[in-house]
């Protein structure tokens, strides 16, 4: 199972904070608990703050409890420490199936 997850970040500095020091700590911690980073990117149009992120969960697994785990873990909050998580003002999250093309 694949997730789009979009963070809209408060400010550009907080969305390069974001980027570039702590979703790059989440690849390593998200790969220990099975979940791969396909793909992260930053949103570079119309002054949008958003990081824009591609996860794919092992076979089997309930996103929603998956992520509940990886937040909950040591390995999480070390990730963002030193991170004010106020400057992330929305997530959004959407679940993709892959589909063979004719």
């Known amino acids: 199972m694949l997730q789009l997850r979009i963070y809209t970040l408060r400010s550009r ?11 790059t700590r989440h690849v390593e911690t998200f790969a220990a608990f099975g979940i791969a980073t396909e793909g992260v990117w930053t949103e570079q149009s119309g002054g949008a703050n958003r990081l824009v992120a591609l996860i794919r969960y092992p ?35 959407v679940l993709l199936e892959p589909r063979s093309l004719p």
């Not at 969305?15 to 570039?20: E, K, M, T």
């Not at 909950?72 to 909050?77: D, I, K, L, R």
């Not at 070390?78 to 999250?93: E, L, N, P, Y």
């Open 59 to 93: 076979a089997g697994a309930d996103p929603d409890e998956l992520t509940r785990v990886v937040m909950g873990s040591p390995e999480f909050a070390s990730d963002m420490a030193g991170f004010d998580v106020g400057a992330i003002t929305d997530v959004q999250s």
């Open 13 to 23: 500095q907080a969305l390069q904070l974001y980027a570039g020091i702590h979703w």
